[in-house]
């Protein structure tokens, strides 16, 4: 547990990349309660700075001292970081927030979205698990419709922007964008096809199934989140040529009738959302009006009668903030508010 205290010494592992940066942002945004921030990254950006409040702050690579004297660590390093790290930032005697898959589906690590299920941080062993991007805003969107109508079933398309795999991919979309319009040949590193004026129906790796990795995390996760292993989830995840936020067309079916106004009272009273529907007015939500935003927003309701309860909707969030940056810090001020 954190023990209480007016600041606390805070670390982000992995800050010089997409997610760490957007962490930094968010500390920083949130007035969060930091007595010293300390950067992480591998060793090629040892001697960087970073900017907090103002001042430069130097980034350091990790050793097995680094963890002593820091309260709460923020990681998004990658898997493999956090499985050899994290136990040994636990161990120091502080709390790690992270955003890796490695433990996000370990029994003895609490998988938490704060408007969802905040009581599982009471549980937690020093490691906490920030979910997948896509299934943080999806499962913010399904609690409360949960409560009301108790959800059978839900089937997901995502719509994933490149953010979402890290800076390389950013720089790739960028840099496939100029040669195309230039007439030269696209580079791809990053994805193993094209990404500029394209779609690609395929995220993290492919399973013996023919499902994704990434199709499997949406439905364990959610059902972990949720804490109810009936939801059955089914997903299809795509990328697509979009720097920032992850959109998702939703079809869910539930055990209870909510039409669709009803949907949208039920969506309008729980936190973390906002409902953009007006499509007499061309409003609904969209990867640019939602980038930098915190919530999720939620437009294009209506009830699906092809099924006896139904409804279908479409979603936007900010896949670094409310998917990545934003929950972690918000577990971490979770945590400072039980810290005792
Ligand atoms: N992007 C998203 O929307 C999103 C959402 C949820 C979760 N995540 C997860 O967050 C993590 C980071 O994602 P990202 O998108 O920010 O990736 P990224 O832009 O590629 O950044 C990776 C970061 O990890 C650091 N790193 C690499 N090797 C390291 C090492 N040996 N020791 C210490 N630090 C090392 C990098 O430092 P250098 O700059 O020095 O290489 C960089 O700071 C991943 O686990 C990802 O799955 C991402």
Redesign the pocket.
């Known amino acids: 547990m954190l023990k209480k205290k007016e600041k606390y010494t805070v670390a982000v ?8 940066n957007e962490m930094i942002m968010t500390l920083e945004q949130r007035d969060f309660p930091v007595e010293k921030l300390r950067l ?3 060793e ?2 040892e001697g960087k700075t970073l900017e907090y409040k103002g001042s430069q702050v130097k980034v350091e ?2 050793t097995p001292d680094s963890f002593k004297g820091i309260d709460i660590a923020l990681f ?4 493999s ?1 956090s499985a050899e790290w994290a136990p040994v930032a636990a161990k120091s005697g502080c709390v790690v927030v992270d ?3 490695q433990w996000r589906m370990d029994p003895e690590v609490p998988l938490v979205v704060p408007e969802v299920n905040p009581h599982d941080l009471k549980w937690h062993k020093g490691i906490i698990a ?1 979910p ?2 896509s299934t943080i805003q999806m499962v913010v969107v399904l609690k409360p419709i949960h409560d009301a109508a108790k959800i059978k079933r839900v089937v997901v398309t995502t719509f994933q922007s490149v ?6 991919a950013m720089d790739e979309l960028m840099e496939q964008t100029r040669d195309i319009l230039s007439f030269k040949e696209p580079q791809c590193n990053v994805y193993p096809h094209q990404i500029a004026f394209n779609i690609l129906p395929h995220i993290d790796v492919f399973l013996e199934d023919g499902y994704t990795k990434e199709e499997l995390k949406m439905v364990n996760e959610t059902k972990k989140i949720l804490g109810d292993d009936s939801v059955k989830v089914t997903a299809t995840t795509v990328r697509v040529p979009v720097f920032r936020c992850h959109s998702e067309s939703l079809n869910i079916e539930t055990e209870k009738k909510l039409t669709a106004n009803e949907t949208r009272a039920v969506l309008s009273e729980a936190p973390g959302i906002v409902i953009y529907d007006a499509p007499e007015k061309n409003i609904y939500p969209m990867p640019v009006d939602v980038t930098d935003k915190d919530d999720t927003y939620v437009g294009r309701v209506r009830e699906d009668d092809t099924i006896e309860n139904g409804i279908n909707m479409w979603i936007v969030a900010d ?2 903030r409310k ?2 940056a934003l929950n972690a810090v918000q577990i971490a001020e979770k945590l400072v508010e039980m810290a005792e």
């Open positions: 592992v992995g800050a010089t990349g997409a997610v760490g992480f990254a591998s090629r950006s690579s990790l998004s390093a990658g898997g970081r955003n890796s898959s920030n997948n991007c953010s979402g795999t890290g800076k390389k896949n670094l998917g990545a």
